[in-house]
């Protein structure tokens, strides 16, 4: 596969996305940043671009996939755990995007929830996690070149730079949003992990 440059990040204002925009500026990547206000990027994150949008809204989307490499997506509620499609209609434009334009990698980052049985979900979640479900089977059935990132609890900790992987399981308690950020881009420029879900830990 040839090496991915060009890369769209879309929730690049929360909480893991600011770190993800961070990681890969430093890589090098020429990022395109995917934000509902551009209030929230710090002036010191120097991206390619950025693209002012809601991801509901197909045209937006488009707007920021066409002429990408690759499409990483960190999309969230913040502190908002009612019922939602937001993240799931996001990821059905994007997905719609990249076949239109012919891109065919993806990252997204989930939740290790993804590994629970689902009486064993914790009563706050369940309106994210549903919801996450959903993007799962779209992601799943979209004939991309996908990976879905599982990770733990998100902490604000430094990132330790060396963290673990591993197919289809839970790896850990507990991640870094700088390492998770970092194994988002790790993903993308390799096959190893192609069409999987992937636990985090150290």
């Not at 990698?105 to 009486?119: E, G, H, T, Y």
Request: charged share 25%; net charge neutral.
């Amino acid at each position: 596969m040839s090496s991915i440059k060009k890369i769209v990040i879309f929730g690049a204002t929360g909480n893991t996305g600011l770190a993800t925009v961070a990681k890969a500026i430093a890589q090098g990547f020429e990022v395109t940043a995917f934000v509902r206000d551009q209030t929230k990027l710090p002036d010191d994150l120097k991206v390619a671009s950025v693209v002012v949008g809601d991801v509901t809204n197909a045209d937006d989307v488009d707007k920021a996939v066409q002429g990408q490499d690759a499409v990483v997506v960190v999309l969230g509620t913040r502190t908002n755990l009612g019922p939602t499609t937001v993240m799931s209609d996001g990821t059905r434009n994007i997905v719609e995007s990249m076949k239109k334009h012919g891109i065919k990698r993806i990252s997204v980052c989930l939740s290790a929830f993804l590994f629970w049985k689902p009486d064993a979900i914790p009563p706050p979640v369940i309106n994210v996690h549903e919801d996450h479900l959903r993007m799962e089977t779209i992601i799943k059935e979209s004939g991309l070149d996908w990976v879905i990132l599982c990770p733990p609890h998100i902490d604000n900790a430094d990132g330790k730079g060396e963290y673990k992987l591993v197919k289809e399981q839970g790896a850990g308690p507990k991640i870094s949003k700088h390492d998770l950020g970092d194994a988002l881009l790790k993903v993308l420029n390799t096959d190893e992990w192609l069409h999987t879900r992937v636990g985090m830990g150290y």
